[in-house]
């Protein structure tokens, strides 16, 4: 059996070949602008593995994210930017450097307080804010919720649970007083605190916002279809009372 070295020794053999003047016109033609789309689909088909606890089909869509990385990685070696033996060797540098208590003399007593020597650790390093490692792109949930996360690990946080509840619940407040004064700008400002502040309240639930509102589209795709394969069935005009009996049956039975 080969082991992972040699298997990885390769796949980098056929990255190299496919984007050599013998190789594949399709992979030639790839910039890093033009494979954005699909790192993001291949990391997008992971998460549904992981959601739906297809392990089989996890080992094969972590490949596909692989070669992501070594896409990236041929092309940047092609002009002479850097290679995938540096990408390596630059995360490895950083994990141990980022965990002196693991490969040096450092004392650390918790996860929290790992987050913080974290922080402090890139802080050394050239960060200019702790919010500097959160992409812009990330999808806006799962932003407000690193954000959160980063300033809370170095003391901007509350003290309880209900200090969050009791912020939520007023910029509930904000955003009635905004729709009740017509001005859509200030409407729409005090509907993304109220989405801020919620997710906030997921995160002291310790849930993932971004995952809770997969399942949420996920559940409600399915008793929707259900509720749509009776209405074609019956092909009747149905009024708001039939269509909440149907949605109270669609929850019993999916």
Not at 42 to 57: A, G
Not at 229 to 247: C, K, P, Y
Request: charged residues 30%; glycine residues 4%; negative net charge.
């Amino acid at each position: 059996m080969t082991t992972a070295p040699q298997q990885f020794a390769r796949l980098i053999e056929i990255m190299t070949k496919l984007r050599s003047p013998e190789g594949c016109p399709w992979d030639r033609e790839q910039t890093h602008q033009s494979l954005r789309q699909y790192l993001l689909e291949e990391t997008y088909e992971v998460l549904e593995t992981l959601d739906q606890e297809r392990h089989d089909e996890l080992r094969k869509e972590l490949g596909d994210l692989l070669l992501q990385v070594i896409f990236h990685a041929q092309i940047a070696s092609e002009t002479g930017r850097f290679t995938i033996d540096e990408v390596i060797a630059e995360i490895s540098d950083k994990l141990i450097r980022r965990h002196p208590h693991v490969f040096g003399d450092l004392k650390v007593n918790s996860a929290a307080a790992q987050s913080a020597l974290w922080e402090k650790l890139k802080k050394a390093e050239g960060k200019n804010s702790v919010l500097d490692g959160v992409p812009a792109a990330l999808p806006a949930l799962q932003r407000a919720q690193r954000l959160q996360q980063k300033a809370g690990a170095i003391g901007f946080e509350w003290e309880k649970l209900e200090q969050v509840i009791e912020k939520f619940q007023s910029e509930l407040v904000e955003l009635e007083e905004a729709r009740r004064s017509g001005d859509q700008r200030q409407i729409e400002d005090e509907f993304g605190d109220v989405l801020f502040a919620l997710v906030n309240v997921g995160r002291w639930l310790n849930l993932t916002a971004e995952d809770a509102l997969r399942q949420a589209c996920e559940k409600f795709s399915r008793r929707f279809r259900f509720v749509e394969a009776r209405v074609n069935v019956s092909g009747e005009t149905m009024s708001l009372e039939q269509w909440e009996a149907l949605w109270a049956e669609a929850k019993e039975k999916t």
